[in-house]
């Protein structure tokens, strides 16, 4: 009876580590960090009930507190690549928008394209992701896609020196 009940927590241990894998694998994605609060809510039900479980039975502590230990590993290592994107991002994009200040200052207009500031597209769009810089009636604009979420975009405001978060 004992090992049948072993390789009932095995089997356990081994499929709920193959759904957090998966789970890591499809938010770990650009612009899909938001999913994992609606993730998150619905494993509420399932700690709550492990740690009334965990209360009233002893001898499955070890393996509950197992499994709800590689959950949280699974959500920090999301939460963690996506704080690394949203910074490694800010920080290309700050480097972008100083090579456009340092243009401007030495001559007294914005770039027509971002080609003049010796960068191209691609280099964006493999460091960014979705970004755009314009120079319009004199006025430079740049944004990029938030890494975290679907649709919204951080533009920055040349006029204030801030970076606006824009939602859809």
Known sequence: MGDLVQADKKLSLKS???AAAIIVFLLAQRHAGFMLVFVMLLSLPFLIFNLFVMMKNPGRRRFLRNKILLWIVAFGCIITW???LYVSSRKTANEVISLVQQYIAKNGHCPADIAVLGLSEDWLKNRLGLSHYYCKDGE???YYATTYLV???E???FKNNV???RGS
């Open 82 to 84: 996506h704080s690394y």
């Open 16 to 18: 709920d580590f193959i």
């Open 155 to 157: 533009q920055y405001d």
């Open 140 to 142: 430079p604009h740049f």
């Open 163 to 165: 970076w606006w978060h």
């Open 151 to 153: 649709f919204e975009t």
